[in-house]
């Protein structure tokens, strides 16, 4: 199994590489990826191809390297992505990863194994980097950035601080677009309820191997949908349109050296998040409707104003440079964005306590205070260097090493407004934030006779920020926070030395064993939102320590697939966000330590021509180990389950020792089946699609009613192909499932949930 060559490996790019859809243009030449799809094709009667992945930074059988990696294939991809998700469609696709958000399509949050961050800001930090193409995006408002004409998407699970660097304690998420002169042009147009559409297409064109060029779009729209029942007509909110574009060039004006330049756009305009007053039954964690009878999705009543509206756009250059026995690789970006959300935080219509101006009969529940806050991002400007080599043999000794520069200039300003229709701020707040970061890594491996690999690594990490923050004027400082707040700045900085050390043991050709010993880093994190509270706050450096071992198999002469990982971790000073409670405050906070174990295992088989299946299975165990660690609970009228720090305190302030993480289920489940019969020139196909979650918290503390028992959503879609043209009609959460999937605590029992049902039908064209 591990003995394929580097070359015989990328013509085998297959279950993870999405060669969407299909036949080259006449003046291209076969690229790898058509070489990929025949071979999958070949495969399809005989057993199951080779997943190929750059987890290593080279391109490797999934097989034969010792991490706990995962990929999303490209039938779940093309199923999820039909009916006008983000990126959040992919939460659950792969084990151990969940994704969810409290600004919507616009700022994704994500966990791996239980660890992640729920904070807000908009300059938060995660311990998930997302990587996308070989550029890490840092900011929270860059990872939303959509997944469109891909050529693999990986979930690398643990620390990755020597390849990738920095804030990677809990793993990656990695994007890899189809480069020039090896996609396929293709175009792809779905219409479903709701008027939900998601239009794809790429084309490519190739006149030599010298010069390629492609261009790839995305456009997805949402009509409004949620009727706010406080208004007249219906269908109010919750509307999108997000398009993006990419446009690359290669040219390789020698055959060692190759050049490419990308550039990418991204424009959203749409609603914010759509909060949900006194959606959560007290004393339950059951969702109610507005009159406290059944849930109703397209049912809120609100009073605030609501726009969101994003602009991102990148430009970045490779240049790759074959030596013979080592290739040098430089990899230049700039990504520029902005954005402008505002929301009504409250979720509900009127306010009891907030006097002239507001009617005391508020709606649905009691809302004590009215919330209308809104954040922008004036300017983010991000700029990355790195400069790599890595050797080119395929056996005995391999290396790597690089450096790695990372400096980011973030302006944010959140504003407070007096009243629901305000246009003028009642207060503001400025925060600039500078970022730094150095990093020099090296790797090396080295393949024995005997079948074994071992491989180590490590890397030197400096990180330095700075934020200024001030509250230029406060109107309301009874209930904001004592006036205006002057300018203060805050630094930051620290050095680290991660590495990593594993093993791959070929046992047959047929079975490896690996283990693997990583630490990772998080750097330290500033948070300047004094909207509402009045210190700027820090935490310290996160440093995590993992061990993980498994077993990777293909059994049934290729028919089957199976890998299993079993993994603990220990992660000293975590940094957690303390977000919401009675003062909607948002406050970093550091835990002594985390512990977490678990396991991840996936399935693949194909036991007769045609059918497909595929399983995966985590279960992640996170608990808070700190005997003094207290937080401030919920405002609003919520069960508290901790006990009690403070005697009498009101809101109560309790221990958190014991804790499971926020946001972090102990088990998920993901499944698909796929079949394909001929039919006259084409075939006849059906697919679906599955997703289980278990019970999730949504804060630091234990409530009865902010968790919500379990998640399960499914997908089908059945169609008719060719080799040219693919009709298809599909539905997305096909149970209609109806999930919180995260919570707002300050002032009422307000809740976010799951995306609606969706039906609609599908054409695509290969030309």
């Known amino acids: 199994m591990r003995r394929t060559s580097q070359t015989s490996l990328i013509a085998l790019a297959t279950a993870c590489t999405f060669t969407i859809a299909a036949t080259p243009a006449a003046a291209q030449e076969t690229p790898a990826t058509d070489q990929a799809s025949a071979a999958a094709s070949a495969a399809g009667d005989e057993g199951l191809a080779d997943i190929v992945v750059t987890a290593t930074r080279r391109s490797e059988n999934l097989q034969d390297i010792p991490l706990s990696v995962a990929t999303v294939s490209e039938d779940t991809l093309e199923a999820v992505m039909s009916g006008g998700t983000d990126i959040r469609g992919l939460s659950g696709r792969v084990p151990s990863l969940n994704i969810e958000s409290s600004f919507g399509r616009t700022f994704p949050r994500f966990y791996i194994r239980g660890l992640g961050n729920t904070d807000f800001d908009l300059n938060a930090s995660q311990p998930v980097s997302l990587v996308y193409d ?160 059944d849930f109703k999705r397209d049912k809120v009543a609100t009073d605030g104003s609501n726009f969101q509206k994003l602009k991102t756009w990148n430009m970045a250059g490779t240049i790759e440079y074959d030596f013979g026995p080592v290739t040098l690789y430089s990899v230049t970006s700039y990504w520029n964005g902005n954005l402008k959300s505002r929301g009504d935080i409250d979720g509900g219509f009127g306010c009891s306590f907030c006097g002239p101006g507001f009617t005391d009969n508020s709606y649905p529940g009691f809302i004590p205070f009215a919330a209308q806050s809104r954040d922008d991002i004036p300017s983010l400007d991000q700029f990355t260097q790195e400069v790599r080599i890595a050797s080119n043999n395929n056996g005995g000794l391999g290396y790597q090493a690089g450096i790695f520069y990372f400096n980011e200039n973030l302006n944010i300003r959140s504003f407070d407004y007096p009243a629901p229709a305000a246009t003028s701020p009642s207060a503001i707040v400025n925060q600039r934030q500078d970022s730094e970061a150095l990093g020099i890594f090296g790797s090396v491996n080295y393949a024995f006779d005997n079948g074994l690999t071992l491989q180590a690594g490590a890397r030197w990490n400096h990180d330095k920020k700075k934020l200024d923050a001030e509250r230029l004027f406060d109107l309301r400082p009874l209930f904001i926070g004592g006036g205006p707040v002057p300018e203060t700045t805050t630094k930051v900085n620290d050095s680290v030395l991660t590495w990593d050390l594993s093993a791959i043991q070929e046992i047959n050709a047929d079975v490896n064993v690996y283990a693997r010993i990583a630490k990772g880093y998080r750097a330290p994190a500033i948070q300047g939102r004094i909207l509402f509270d009045r210190d700027v706050t820090t935490a310290d450096s996160e440093h995590t320590m993992s061990y993980e071992a498994g077993i990777k198999t293909t059994l049934l002469d290729r028919k089957l697939r199976f890998n299993l990982t079993g993994y603990y971790f220990k992660t000293k000073d975590l940094q957690l966000s303390a977000v919401g409670g009675a003062a909607n405050a948002n406050l970093l906070l550091n835990a002594d330590a985390v512990k977490g174990y678990g396991f991840e295992t996936e399935l693949e088989a194909r036991p007769v021509t045609g059918l497909t299946l595929t399983a995966g299975l985590s ?113 997305r959460n096909l149970n209609n499932d109806e999930s919180a999937v995260s919570a707002i605590d300050f002032n009422n029992l307000t809740a976010m949930v799951n995306e609606p049902r969706i039906w609609g039908v599908e054409v695509g064209v290969k030309f």
């Not at 060692?256 to 959560?280: E, K, P, S, V």
């Open 619 to 731: 279960y992640n165990h996170t608990q808070i180990h700190d005997n003094n660690l207290t937080v401030e609970t919920c405002g609003a009228p919520c069960t508290v389950l901790d006990p009690i720090a403070v005697p009498g305190s009101s809101p109560a302030i309790v221990y958190i020792d014991g804790n499971s993480l926020p946001q972090a289920p102990k088990w998920t489940i993901n499944w698909t089946a796929g079949y394909e019969h001929p039919v006259g020139p084409g075939s006849v196909y059906v697919f679906t699609d599955w997703y289980y979650r278990s019970k999730i918290n949504f804060f630091l503390y234990e409530s009865v009613e902010f968790t919500d028992d379990k998640l399960l959503e499914g997908g089908l879609r059945i169609g008719y192909k060719t080799d040219r043209y693919d009709i298809a009609g599909f539905v």
């Open 134 to 293: 070989d550029v890490v995006l840092e900011n929270p408002i860059l990872k939303g950035f959509p997944a469109f004409d891909v050529d693999r998407i990986e979930v690398l699970r643990g620390p990755q601080g020597t390849l990738f660097g920095r804030n990677t304690p809990a793993g990656i998420v990695k994007f890899d677009t189809v480069k020039p002169g090896k996609g396929h042009n293709y175009a792809r147009l779905s219409y479903g309820s709701y008027g939900t559409i998601n239009a794809e297409g790429a084309a490519g064109y190739q006149s030599s191997d010298q010069f390629a060029v492609r261009v790839s779009g995305l456009v997805q729209h949402r009509n409004d949908w949620i009727d706010n029942v406080t208004e007249p007509g219906n269908n109010d909110l919750e509307g999108y349109t997000d398009y993006a574009l990419r446009g690359q060039i290669m040219w390789k004006p020698t055959d060692a050296l190759t050049l490419r330049l990308t550039g990418q756009y991204r424009n959203l305009h749409g609603d914010a998040r759509i909060f949900r007053a006194n959606a959560i039954e007290q004393g339950t964690n059951n969702l109610i409707g507005l009159d406290g009878g």
